[in-house]
Nanobody, 127 residues
Framework: QVQLVESGGGLVQAGGSLRLSCAAS????????MGWFRQAPGKEREFVST??????????YYADSVKGRFLISRDNAKNMVYLQMNSLKPEDTAVYYC??????????????????WGQGTQVTVSS
């Protein structure tokens, strides 16, 4: 089985930066994408960013709300995915989840296309 563990969440003031990490372990999986989602209280889980896991150099996609502020990257050798969050805003406050596809899908902005999930890490941005 595939296991994902997020880390790096915390409390930061608006305008600050935070770097999230996701460590993947377990058996080899066929995921084309690994991504980040977030969920704020009372809101649905939403897409944040994703990266093509097998594409050398990695092709990345971002939600409009974070485009230009967040950067996703990965280290295939270490099975690690990162989310560098800059210029953080209070509306970025949420639990952030790392996710991986078990079966390749181009619907990479949808949570239903991801089969493996981490436990989540809390990110709180104060104003």
């Amino acid at each position: 089985q595939v296991q994902l563990v997020e880390s790096g969440g915390g409390l930061v003031q608006a305008g600050g930066s935070l770097r999230l990490s996701c460590a993947a372990s377990g058996r080899t999986f066929s995921s084309s994408y690994m991504g980040w989602f977030r969920q704020a209280p009372g809101k649905e889980r939403e897409f944040v960013s994703t990266i093509n896991w097998t594409w050398m150099g990695g092709r990345t996609y971002y939600a409009d709300s974070v485009k230009g502020r967040f950067l996703i990257s990965r280290d295939n050798a270490k099975n690690m995915v990162y989310l560098q969050m800059n210029s953080l805003k209070p509306e970025d406050t949420a639990v952030y989840y790392c996710a991986a596809q078990g079966v390749s899908s181009y619907q990479y902005t949808s949570p239903v296309s991801y089969d493996y999930w981490g436990q989540g890490t809390q990110v709180t941005v104060s104003s």
